[in-house]
T-cell receptor
Framework: QKEVEQDPGPLSVPEGAIVSLNCTYS??????FMWYRQYSRKGPELLMY????GNKEDGRFTAQVDKSSKYISLFIRDSQPSDSATYLC??????????FGTGTSLTVIP | DSGVTQTPKHLITATGQRVTLRCSPR?????VYWYQQSLDQGLQFLIH???????AKGNILERFSAQQFPDLHSELNLSSLELGDSALYFC??????????FGPGTRLTVL
């Protein structure tokens, strides 16, 4: 079983839609949870970071961590064509080693 | 621009050869992480250095080695290259555990 599971998609939504991206994980000791956005052939860019459980909001982005279910989510409100990218979830126990999902490819159609 | 630089951008080499990838972290960041990204495996953690010391090892092959120098730049050495080593190699730097900044990557093609 992989440490982190992520639906690869692809996901295609109309502009303005709410997007929900999810990951599940197997190691209940994970404490650091992150979402990255990666444009084609570029390095991943950190979008959201959450320590332990709870929600975090930043503009159109909301990250949720449910440690009891070992499930994390990223919501994108009012999605824009510029949000079209691959979204990677990542998690860590101590910050020394990070485990990434395989990424979900998102296309926002104008 | 993340502030992390990686050289070279592209590398084409033959099986059995050895290559060195270089990473310069953001100013002030002591941590450097190396990752391999291939189409079928996603982003795989290879190794983490903090201020010159190895902190964690992931799925790094014995043919691969890395080090971080006193000026904090890091090098990833790949030897006895195989076709399956063709991938994007990223380094990331961090000042704290929650903020990794990725470089633009080195695309390695092994023919």
């Amino acid at each position: 079983q992989k440490e982190v599971e992520q639906d690869p998609g692809p996901l295609s939504v109309p502009e303005g839609a709410i997007v929900s991206l999810n990951c599940t994980y197997s190691n209940s000791a994970f404490q650091y949870f992150m979402w990255y956005r990666q444009y084609s052939r570029k390095g991943p860019e950190l979008l959201m970071y959450t320590y332990s459980s709870g929600n975090k909001e930043d503009g159109r982005f909301t990250a949720q961590v449910d440690k009891s279910s070992k499930y994390i989510s990223l919501f994108i409100r009012d999605s824009q064509p510029s949000d079209s990218a691959t979204y990677l979830c990542a998690m860590s126990l101590t910050g020394n080693q990070f485990y990434f999902g395989t990424g979900t490819s998102l296309t926002v159609i104008p | 621009d993340s502030g992390v630089t990686q050289t070279p951008k592209h590398l084409i080499t033959a099986t059995g050869q050895r290559v060195t990838l270089r990473c310069s972290p953001r100013s002030g960041d002591l941590s450097v992480y190396w990752y391999q990204q291939s189409l079928d495996q996603g982003l795989q953690f290879l190794i983490h250095y903090y201020n010159g010391e190895e902190r964690a090892k992931g799925n790094i092959l014995e043919r691969f080695s890395a080090q971080q120098f006193p000026d904090l730049h890091s090098e990833l050495n790949l030897s006895s290259l195989e076709l399956g080593d063709s991938a994007l190699y990223f380094c990331a730097s961090a000042g704290t555990a929650d903020t990794q900044y990725f470089g633009p990557g080195t695309r390695l093609t092994v023919l």
